[in-house]
Structure formats: structure tokens, C-alpha cells
């Protein structure tokens, strides 16, 4: 099989994209799960242009990665400074990496018009930084900045650069479609070109979205003879996203036989995907080709039927080899199939055609028209089913809260809350203070509960979302609210849906604690 | 200028994405907009399949299109079965368009495994049907379904399938990509050879997305032939979507001089995705190709001040050519270049060095360390600004507000605000009641202006979005609140961060406002 490596950005160009601001923690995150998948280069930041990220590579030496190699990401050397003294290198070189990815202009406009300098000064930055590097035993990834502009303004000169870089010895030529414009035909033409001349070293490609054609134009690239492509988990990054590695990466492996990543990886995409959109705190692209969760959805009553028969009607790969799944929208018969497997995990005589499993379906409807989501909170699922399977008994009943927010802040806490329950003959009331009135509310219901369920002392919430529905209706609009909780045993989630973001995550609290609680019965 | 065909399908294909549902009224409107942006056809529905779109055709012939063809869309005869009394086709008829598209089998595969009858049999269903529609006078589409998988798998059957739709008189010959796993390459070779032999009638194209590939795979279609394109408005559609309209109309026209809408409505075309968005109740996608508030987003410093020297350096187009604009964020990468911009508005007098320019940058690091994130909320931004400068008075002072939320409900109100604020030297105390806190919170604050403010009464608020920061420390995590407002003259976004959702919400909720009140002032 046919290798090619795989050098993703998320990190340096994804973290260019409007409304993504990493922490050291979620960079750290998104490194442990680029090098299980198996990707082999990690741009991990600029470390001359931003001090946090020269923090950053400080800490993130000492982790032990299995494949990939971490890129520090830089400009080539100033006009007229020597390359030793140029604060930038220095900075590449303060970050420790064992490989460094430089930019250099490639386009004669963006040399006189923007640098404003000679063109053959811009020669000897890209020449001097490399050499420099070469010397210093880094592995160097030159990026020709808008080459295929370039090219076409000034075909000798855009060449020029690159043989100016494999003269100094860079380990990787990649070609930058910077501004997104090109178009398929002319990437092929031209990296067929560069290949050609530079063949020798490793021709990568690095493409933009501005045109909607940044997967295809990666994939043309590589079928020119490009052997290296850049690119960043589900696109993100700057104007409209970088070239989509969840897309070029199964398009390559699955349809032109060419190895990416490891081949036992493929399966962990999804996964990546999402984990990589929680972290970066986005909404997951639920249309995105491949990991989506719409991208094996079937909506037509006809195409469910041809699906049924012979998925390939509809389908141009298996689902399953990216880790994803199909989904039958608006399907009695294929809903219950699927959900079967769920059910019978509570409760194993429960059949396909058994009463309780229409009932399961009908009530998952409607909650699903109320906005739950059971996708994420299979434990708030569970609890659905064993209520209708009579599994269940309420373990205590609400008889009020009330929940007080108040500015300015009392001791600084400014939420209180009150809460009055019944377990069993036994009322008990409490109260709690806390930050915010969430904080205060959970921190009562424990307080209240833990005399009679000791257990729920175990429970840490370990995560807290929360999503507005229908935003249309403002401050009156609908919220869910999901909840991740642990008790270092095992780790559950749990959905609210209200128009009260209080209220909502009320629920999701109630059944955590509820699905902790069935848990320690079995045992 | 070569002209091409637009063929929209966002009211048909473009409806079996999940979560569209399109009202008459919708439908209505859409088609106001496709036909005043110029598209050449306008696929409008499925009269066979769905009793509300035959409805929607009666009403629908009323309305007086200045250019575009509204096309019923729907299956050739069915097996076995006499065109003339076949159900689909009567109601295709009924529908009383004049141009009709029909789709039928390419693909050898699906009509023995899926149709389960014998190859000659497809062949006389595409052209019984379509020498029926004719001689009824009508347009015909013929939409060849797995025309490239069908090609590859048995090319002189799927090319039969093209005689067999040509010789009956079709109008068109629609290749459809219809799994969307087709490459580029593979897209032009096939059109190439489908013009070459069936040239003398027009050939379409009709991409799906799930390769991430349906703008280039069109774009492809019509550098080897093909004169129709098929899409949808910002590319919804079943699955991954189909091919993106708003991507390929500008594609083509302003990079390859093809023209596919009248040249002076191409700036129409941001707005008319907006539009879309709006009225199918999508939120719209920002990263989007040309069309998208990202689109022309700049956020690295260096970025910046390369695109205030020369648009080019990173704009593969004037983003006015579209009905898009350029913008600068703000962000910790930002460069004072991009600030000084936005300051400039509030104060002419400042410049690069002034020290309040160092003040205003030193306060939104600050800011932003703290979670706040301006890229988005401009008019706070706008606000931090007048602060420093000392272009703001406080239009009121809080004194003290406490939000109650009970459980159960009361009066079917669960949440109320008691609010007391000072204007001037007048003191007001009020309260209201909400569904859920911030309502109740809002409807207080804005009771207790009004008196003094009567301009607020304009403000509606549009939206309301929270997000976790952070979201490790569970309940007690930090929120960002973001909510955008409107007075019907103009649109803005305030943000609020807290570890509490009411005390964030509260401070985007009094940014709103008082951004409000200076642009009264400055009436």
C-alpha cells in the first residue's frame, strides 16, 4: 500500500479560526488523541509570535508520543537580519522540537508589496533560515507560501523559491494554496510540475477552504504526486477552514488505497472528530462527510427501503470503517432495531414486537420533539427505559426547591439554595450556598440526600454543557443541559431540556444521581 | 460570456435533509429569491410522493416568476405498469408545470437488486416516460440516478440508459452523483465521454457531498462539458448535503468567466443564503465559502497588516463581488493595527502610540484571559472602549436585584426578578416574572428603564447563546453569555462572562442596553 504522511495544524492554523482559543490542557488533550490516531506530524503552535505557546512547548517535550513528531511553526528570518540573531528562529529553536516548519514568500507581489524587499533578499531568507536549521539537526518542512498564486503570476521565481529551500536542504517542499483560490485542475498541474523538478524531496500540499474545494484540490495534489498533506481535524481554521483531514484522510485510504494512518485507526476518525470538537468547545458539524452525524442518516421512506436491501443504494462507503453508523431517520421498524440492543440490556426477554418497545419508541419521540438528545446521554436513556420497564423505583420525591440569586454577592457567594425532598416517611430540608445557582442547587441535593444514599458522596461532576435550542426566542429559549459524572469507576452522562437553564439542569442532576443509585443496587 | 444553467433543488432535494420542513409559506418565499437572483430552474417539489406538494403546485402557479422555471420533480413509470395510468406521472402532470424532471436507474446493480426487474424493462420506463411528457408538451429533465457508479460498474449499460432518454426526446441529461462518492477526476473523465456522445443535448451535473467533494466534482463537470449545474442554497440536502450553490455560482463565474446568474446579481448572493438560512430555520453556516461571516475574517496579526497594505495578500476575491465584507477580529493575535480601526470610530484623535491604546489592549488581555471574547461581541468591545476614554456615562447604577426560581412552579411562572436601580437621583424598584431566570431577570431590568429610556422599548433580543468555558469544574465552571439585539436599524452582540449564568447573562444583558442608549445619544 501506498504511504503518505499526514501533518495536521489543528493546533497552529485551526487555533487561527474565529471562537477557538485552546488551553495548555485541551492542546494536550488534542496531541494524545492526533498521535493514537496515528497522523505523523503535529504543528503545536508559533512559538515566535505568541509567548504562551514557547510556554507550552516547554511542558509538552516531556510527553512521550508513539508516532507523531511536533513541528514548531515559524517565519523564515527578517529582511536584513542575520538568521542567529533573528528573534523568531531563536524562538523555533527555543522550543525543542526535533522538526520546524518554516514560511517563505513564493509569490513576487506579496515580496515587493508586502515584505518590500528585493527579491533576491527573500531568496537568501528562505536559504539562510533552512541552511541555518539544517545545521542545527532539526528536520525543516518548508512552506511556500501562496505558491500556486504565485506561480501563476511569476512561474520562475514561485520555482526559484523552492529550489532555493531544496538547495538548503528543507526535508519537505509544501505547496500552499494560502488564500483558497485555486481551483482542482490547476493544483494537479502544478504540483504535477513541482514534482517533477523537486521530486527528489517530499512534495506536501497545504490547501484552504475559501472555495469549498479544499479536499478535493488535497486529494488532486496527491494523485499529482504530492506525498505529504497538510491539513486540520474537521477543518477548522481561518476565513473557511483548512482542508479537512477527516475527509482527505478515509477519501485517500478508503478510495485510492493510499495508507494515511495506520489502517486498525480509521475506525477512532468519529471519535477524533468529536472529542476534537468538544475540546475546541464547538459544535460538532453534524453534516461533515464521514464523521457526522447526519453523513449515514437516511431520511427518504425509499431510500430507507434501498438501504434496507442493499446499503451500498446509498451509501458509498460502510459506516462502520470511520467509526460511525447508520441512521434511519423518521423509521418505526429501523428505530426499534437499533434500539433494541439498549433495551435488552435492562431487561433481556423484551423482543423486537413486545408492547414496551413500541411504548420505549413512542416516548423517545416525543422527548426527541422536546429537544433531548439521547445520543450523548445514554444513562438519561437507560433511566427512560427502566421506568417504562417498571426496573425502577424513585429513590426520593422533590417537594420544593428554591433557588436565590442575588447582587450584589452575600459573603461572595451569590446563589443560595433551598431544597425540601422525601425519602421514604422522611422529609428532609436543607440549604446550600454556591457559585452561581447551579453550583448552589447540586450542592443542597446532595447535602439533603447523602444521610439516606451515603454513596452519592462518590459522585463528581466532571463536565457541564449547556446548548441553547430554537435561539430565536432569546432569553425565553430553550436550553439542554448535559452532565458528565464519575465515580472513578465508571464515567455517565446525563440530559435536561427546559426553557429554565435551571430547571434543566435540575433533571440532569436528578438522573445522575438516580443512575449512580440503580448502579449501586446491582452491585 | 459562456452561459450555463442553474437548477436549484433546495425545496426538493434540498428537504430531505434532517431537520428541514419547509411551510407553503417557506416554499413561497425561497422561490421570490431563487427567481430574483436569476437561477434558471427551480425544482420545486414532488407532487407523487407527497399530497401537500401537489397542493403547493396549485397554489404555486399563480405566482409570476420573471425568469425562473419551476420544475416537478419526480420517477419514471413504475414496472409493469402503463405510463398513461401510472400515479406518479398523473401527478406529475397535475402539478401543471411547464417543465418536468424525471429521474430513472443507470446503474445495472440497482435495477436487478432494488427495482428487481430485467435491464431492457429500466430502458423502456426512461423512454415511455419520457415520450409521454413530451408529447404532452412538456420540458423534460431526465436525472440519470448513479450515473457514475453505474458507469463504472457496467459503462455501455449506463450509457444505454442516456440513448435510450435522448432518443425519447429529453431536454437534458442530468449525471448524478447520486451516493456522492465519486473523485474529480473520475467526474470529468465520464462527462467528458457522456458530452461526447450525447452533446447535441444539454448535459447536467447533480453532486452529493459526502467526500467533501461536490463544488470541485460540479466545478469538474463543467470544465469537461456539462452546461446544467444542480445544487442547493448553502448545499442542504440529504446526508452530507448536496452540491453547494453558493460555492459554484461564484466559482464559475468570477474565476472562470462562465456566467450562471445575471452578472449584477451576483452581489445578491450573501444575502440570499442568509435568507435560506433564515426562513428553513438553519442557523447559517460561518465558515461557508464566499457567503459565510468567516469568509472574510481576518484574525493573525500578521494577516492583518498584510490585508490593510493589499486585499490579495489574503482574499482570493473582493468579498463586495458577493454582498460579503471584510472583517478584522479581535483576539490575543490580533495586532494593534486591527484595534486601532475600531478605536478610531469612537475617537479620531487616537493614534498607534497614544496611551490609551496601550490601555485599551493591556484591559482586553485582561479580558480575555478572564474568558471574554470580543470576535463576536463588537459592541461591547465598543463600550470597553468608551470607558477608557471616558466616552460613557453610566445611564444607571444597580443597586441590587434577587432572582427566585421555585420548583414546583407558580402559576405556571417558575422564575421571578426583583430588581431596584438608580437614575440619576431617582431610585425605581420592580419585579417581574419569566420562564426561567434570565427571562424574568430581562423583562425586570427593561421595566425599570423605561421610564427614563422609552428608546429601549425598540430593543428586542434575537438571539441567546451560552457557552461553558472550561468546563472541567462542572457546576461552578465559567459561562460565556453572548446575546444579539436589534431595534429594526441595526444588529448587535453583547457578551457576559461569569462562573454564574445569571450574573453573566446579566452583564451582556446591560451591555445590550447601554449600547443602545449611545446610539440614541448620538441621534
Same mark, same amino acid.
Given at each position: ?30 496531541? *494524545? ?9 503535529? !504543528? ?10 514557547? !510556554? ?27 538568521? *542567529? ?22 509569490? &513576487? ?11 533576491? !533578499? ?11 536549521? +539544517? ?57 504535477? +510540475? ?26 488532486? %495534489?496527491?494523485? #499529482? ?24 484522510? /478515509? ?10 494512518? /495506520? ?16 475540546? %475546541? ?7 461533515? @462527510? ?8 437516511? $431520511? ?67 422527548? *426527541? ?6 445520543? @450523548? ?9 427502566? $421506568? ?20 450584589? %454577592? ?36 446532595? +447535602? ?21 435550542? &430554537?435561539?430565536?426566542?432569546?432569553? #425565553? ?12 469507576? !465508571? ?16 433533571? %440532569? ?6 443512575? +449512580?443509585?440503580?448502579?449501586?443496587? *446491582?452491585?
Amino acid at each position: 500500500m501506498k504511504k503518505i504522511a499526514i501533518y495536521d495544524s489543528t493546533l497552529r492554523d485551526g487555533a487561527q479560526a474565529q471562537g477557538i482559543s485552546y488551553s495548555v490542557d485541551d492542546k494536550i488533550r488534542i496531541i *494524545e488523541r492526533l498521535d493514537a490516531l496515528g497522523v505523523d506530524h503535529i !504543528e503545536a503552535g508559533n512559538p515566535g509570535s505568541n509567548p504562551k505557546d514557547l !510556554e507550552f512547548f516547554t511542558r509538552v517535550r516531556e510527553m512521550k508520543l508513539s508516532h507523531a513528531r511536533l513541528i514548531a511553526f515559524g517565519a523564515t528570518r527578517k529582511v536584513g537580519v542575520a538568521v *542567529e540573531t533573528d528573534g523568531n528562529v531563536r524562538s523555533l529553536l527555543a522550543a525543542g522540537t526535533d522538526a520546524i516548519a518554516i514560511f517563505g514568500k513564493s509569490w &513576487d507581489y506579496q515580496v515587493t508589496q508586502i515584505l518590500r524587499t528585493e527579491l533576491d !533578499e527573500n531568496l537568501r531568507m528562505i536559504g539562510d533560515t533552512i541552511r541555518y536549521l +539544517k545545521q542545527q539537526g532539526k528536520e525543516v518542512v518548508y512552506d511556500a507560501e501562496h505558491f500556486f498564486d504565485g506561480y501563476k503570476a511569476n512561474p520562475d521565481y514561485a520555482l526559484a523559491t523552492l529550489a532555493e529551500a531544496a538547495d538548503a536542504g528543507a526535508d519537505c517542499l509544501c505547496l500552499c494554496d494560502t488564500n483558497g483560490g485555486t481551483f482542482p485542475n490547476d493544483i494537479f498541474d502544478i504540483t504535477q +510540475k513541482a514534482v517533477a523538478q523537486f521530486g527528489k524531496t517530499t512534495i506536501g500540499i497545504h490547501c484552504h477552504n475559501d472555495c469549498e474545494m479544499a479536499v478535493a484540490n488535497s486529494v488532486m %495534489a496527491v494523485q #499529482a504526486g504530492a506525498t505529504q498533506v497538510q491539513g486540520t481535524i474537521n477543518g477548522i481554521g481561518e476565513r473557511c477552514g483548512n482542508a479537512n483531514l477527516c475527509s482527505i484522510i /478515509p477519501n485517500l485510504q478508503l478510495k485510492l488505497g493510499i495508507e494515511c494512518i /495506520p489502517p486498525q485507526n480509521l475506525a477512532d476518525l468519529t471519535n477524533v472528530a468529536r472529542a476534537v470538537s468538544d475540546i %475546541a468547545n464547538m459544535p460538532h458539524n453534524e453534516k461533515a @462527510a464521514y464523521v457526522g452525524g447526519d453523513a449515514f442518516a437516511h $431520511k427518504g421512506g425509499m431510500h430507507i427501503d434501498a438501504v434496507v436491501k442493499q446499503p451500498a443504494s446509498y451509501e458509498h462507503i460502510d459506516p462502520e470503517a470511520v467509526g460511525n453508523s447508520r441512521r434511519m431517520l423518521m423509521s418505526e421498524v429501523a428505530g426499534r432495531s437499533t434500539l433494541l440492543a439498549r433495551i435488552k440490556a435492562v431487561d433481556p426477554s423484551i423482543g423486537k414486537d413486545s408492547p414496551e418497545t413500541k411504548k420505549i419508541v413512542d416516548r423517545l419521540k416525543q422527548l *426527541e420533539h422536546e429537544g433531548y438528545q439521547f445520543e @450523548a446521554a445514554e444513562s438519561s436513556f437507560e433511566l427512560v427505559v427502566r $421506568k417504562i420497564l417498571g426496573k425502577y423505583r424513585p429513590f426520593f420525591e422533590l417537594i420544593e426547591f428554591k433557588v436565590m440569586v442575588n447582587e450584589p %454577592a452575600v459573603n461572595g457567594m451569590n446563589s443560595s439554595a433551598m431544597i425540601k425532598i422525601r425519602v421514604g416517611d422522611e422529609v428532609e430540608i436543607t440549604a446550600a450556598e454556591g457559585d452561581g445557582p447551579v453550583n448552589a442547587l447540586d450542592k443542597a441535593v446532595r +447535602k439533603a440526600l447523602e444521610r439516606f444514599y451515603p454513596a452519592i458522596a462518590e459522585i463528581r461532576l466532571t463536565d457541564y454543557k449547556v446548548r441553547v435550542l &430554537d435561539s430565536k426566542q432569546a432569553s #425565553a429559549a430553550k436550553v439542554r443541559v448535559l452532565i458528565e459524572s464519575t465515580d472513578h469507576r !465508571e464515567h455517565w452522562t446525563t440530559i435536561g431540556v427546559s426553557t429554565d437553564v435551571i430547571d434543566a439542569s435540575w433533571h %440532569a442532576l436528578v438522573d445522575s444521581i438516580e443512575y +449512580k443509585l440503580v448502579r449501586e443496587q *446491582e452491585r
